[in-house]
Every structure is written in structure tokens, then in C-alpha cells.
């Protein structure tokens, strides 16, 4: 997988999803600069070390981060507080990219759980 099949993916979403989730990729990038860009079950998502740690996706009503874990939410309920989400998928808005900070924690959790 490369870099090109998110290329492609994102190039296919409406405005203004398209450049909420590309400010989502940067940030995640920037996070996990040593990350793979990868397809997975057909939404972009971060490999690190075989093992997947991220993802996204956008809907027809909101755009979706993707822990790939059912636990990483629970760890950080507070910092969630006015997002909508299921164990697998928190949902935000089209137009609002989700705050560097928070990514930084999901990610964090979601690190912390492949290493133990």
C-alpha cells in the first residue's frame, strides 16, 4: 500500500470533508512520522510495526477516527465529552478537524496497548 491509495481515497470526498480529514492525516503523520499509510478495510489508516493504530474514514454526515482497538475510548471518556462515538468509531463534524492534543492521546493509548 502506498501513500497514493489515500491520495486517491481523499480525492474521491466532497469539500469540505476532504480537507478535514487532510488536516487529520497531517496531524497523524506528524504524530507517528514512522507510520506506513495503508488501506485497511477500505479507509486510510497508520501501521506501525505490522500492527494498525489509526484510521479514518468520512460518511455522508460526519467523518470518523478509527482507534482500531474497542478500549481506546474508555481510557479517555472525559477528553470525548461532546463527541458522539461507538467502541470502534468517533464521530466529528465535516467542517471541524479533531484537536492535535486529543489526537496525540488517542494515539498514545492506542501505543500503549500494542506494547503490552
Do not use: C, W
Not at 474514514?57 to 482507534?67: E, I, S
Not at 464521530?91 to 496525540?104: A, G, M, S, W
Amino acid at each position: 500500500m502506498s501513500t497514493r491509495e489515500i491520495d486517491d481515497y481523499l480525492a474521491k470526498v466532497e469539500a469540505p470533508k476532504r480537507a478535514t480529514l487532510q488536516k487529520l492525516r497531517q496531524t497523524i503523520r506528524d504524530i507517528l512520522p514512522d507510520a506506513e499509510e495503508v488501506i485497511s478495510y477500505g479507509m486510510p489508516g497508520f501501521r506501525l510495526n505490522g500492527q494498525m493504530i489509526v484510521g479514518f474514514a468520512a460518511f455522508k454526515n460526519h467523518l470518523a477516527y478509527l482507534p482500531h482497538s474497542g478500549s481506546v475510548f474508555t481510557a479517555l471518556r472525559d477528553d470525548l465529552a461532546g463527541y458522539t462515538y461507538t467502541d470502534g468509531s468517533l464521530h466529528f463534524p465535516i467542517d471541524k478537524p479533531l484537536p492535535k492534543t486529543l489526537v496525540k492521546k488517542l494515539i498514545a493509548v492506542r501505543l500503549r496497548q500494542i506494547k503490552t
